[in-house]
């Protein structure tokens, strides 16, 4: 069973910044796509961010964009999401998730719906609560 842990998660009022951490096995991080999900109560299970272990740009879902910023430190296995202009929307359980076979990020792997299937390595989730 791989293990990815996240931490991070918090409560925080609108407007305000979390920063999230995602530690992954060298042999599940290694040369991957790792990427970022959130589900919110009653909702489906949607894209918030991927980025490669190795080269290429992140991607990011429109409704994060210019807010949240994903990054990496090979070093430490670890791949981070810095929120900030937090709002009551981005509300959720926030996951850690590497792709699975692994292979590198794509803007062709970001359509909402289909995402999710790409990846099958998760964490356990951590809670981000924004309040108003």
């Known amino acids: 069973q791989v293990q990815l842990v996240e931490s991070g998660g918090g409560s925080v009022q609108a407007g305000g910044s979390l920063r999230l951490s995602c530690a992954a096995p060298?042999?599940?991080?290694?040369?991957?796509?790792m990427g970022w999900f959130r589900q919110a109560p009653g909702k489906e299970r949607e894209g918030v961010a991927i980025?490669?272990?190795?080269?290429?740009?992140?991607y990011y879902s429109s409704s994060v964009k210019g807010r949240f910023t994903i990054s990496r430190d090979n070093a430490q296995n670890t791949v981070y999401l810095q929120m900030n202009s937090l709002n009551p929307e981005d509300t959720a359980t926030y996951y850690c998730?590497?792709?699975?076979?692994?292979?590198?990020?794509?803007?062709?792997?970001?359509?909402?719906?289909?995402?999710?299937?790409?990846?099958?390595?998760w964490g356990q989730g951590t809670l981000v609560t924004i309040s108003s």
């Open positions: 998730a590497a792709k699975k076979p692994r292979g590198l990020c794509s803007a062709a792997d970001f359509i909402q719906g289909q995402i999710r299937d790409l990846f099958g390595a």
């Open positions: 060298r042999n599940t991080y290694s040369s991957n796509c």
């Open positions: 980025i490669s272990t190795s080269v290429g740009a992140p």
